[in-house]
């Protein structure tokens, strides 16, 4: 695995997107949305849900 520096990174046209976060190499993170922060809210969920469940079907079989 890498380290952040080590990937490519997209920039993204925040006038065309919902969301859009940015997490630096400190932890610091910044985020820009045209949406309501209940929506950010919502949608950060339901990343996590989903990386969660990722996490536990990759996850070796001891």
Known sequence: MGSLDDRKV????TDETGLAILVYPDGK????????????AETLQ????????????EAPKC
Request: net charge neutral; glycine share 0%; no cysteine.
């Open 29 to 40: 993170t910044r985020f820009r949305t045209d949406q309501s922060l209940a929506w950010v």
């Open 46 to 57: 339901t990343l996590t849900d989903s990386v969660r469940a990722k996490i536990e079907r």
């Open 10 to 13: 997209e920039i993204v046209d």
